[in-house]
């Protein structure tokens, strides 16, 4: 028993022993505590050591093998991967480490976009045209415009890869003035109607495509489990049915349905689902913190199949 005591536990009572040994009636009575201290160490220690060991060999090992399968939607076409792959044989080493580059347009011009082939831009969370955030539509398209130039000139022989503007259009594509605002993902969820959702993101890609953008940062799909969670609010809802229900649909009002004629074409364009598995269920409510669950709630609470995304977000 006496291995299964801290040190301060040892500390303690050599101290209270130190003070009180010249009384008999203290030794019986620091006797009896210590019996009492040691007794209880030796429940409450082993009884938590037993938990910690049961909830480790029930804690599932996740690997390749047990990780769920799944199938996309989007069928490959042996026509865009000869395209790729005779892109790739052209490019240098800094044109592709280029190409995996996304930059902020508060940080970033035209003309560095061509200087560094970079693949991608967006405009975070207060970025905006002259880094004026009431800018109409038109300062989009013209800085649109002029990105797509500058990285499509290929008088010095590069190959012809335009690059991409990705905004987060998440609730209409409310970084511009003048554009259409959607509800909140809460209240969107409250209103019990999934299938209004496809007509949401149909009519946010219709308005980004007039700015110029190619590219949503939407929709949020998170399962939000704790209230304190300051993001709560991008939940559709607590239950993963729910978000099943509605994820679907405005994944396809953006995108257009997997499979048909107008799928990422027309008044169709790229989507992302986000932000990471496990989003909404984190500890304590930490935003972008840690989701500690085992398989099987984490099945239940955050993860439940829908249509595929075209590309998931980093998180």
Known sequence: MIQQMTTTQKRTIRRVGARLHRSTATRIALALSCALILGGCDRAGNNVADKVQQASSQAPVITPDNWPAQSSPITRHDAIETKVR????????????GQIIQADIASVTPQQVRDYYLGSVLNGGNSAPGRDNR???????????????????????????????GTDAVHGHSNVKGATIFPHNIGLGAMGEPQLLREIGRITAI?????????????????????RWGRTYESYSEHPARVA???PQILQGI???????????????LATVKHFLGDGGTLNGKDQGATRTVKPACGTFTVRPTTAPSRPERG
Do not use: C, N
């Not at 490019?91 to 592709?96: A, I, L, V």
């Not at 109409?136 to 991409?164: C, H, K």
């Not at 995108?255 to 364009?269: A, T, Y």
């Open 135 to 165: 800018a109409g539509a038109r300062a989009w398209l013209e800085l649109a415009d002029q990105f797509w130039a500058a990285s499509t000139d290929t008088s010095d022989g590069r190959p012809y890869i335009p690059v991409m503007w």
């Open 86 to 97: 005779e892109l790739l044989k052209q490019m240098t080493p800094e044109q592709k480490v």
């Open 207 to 227: 308005e980004m495509q007039v700015t110029g953008l190619d590219w949503t940062f939407a929709p949020t799909i998170a399962v939000a489990r704790d209230d």
């Open 255 to 269: 995108q257009g349905q997997p499979g048909s004629e107008d799928f990422l074409q027309g008044q169709h364009m």
């Open 245 to 247: 229900e509605y994820a």
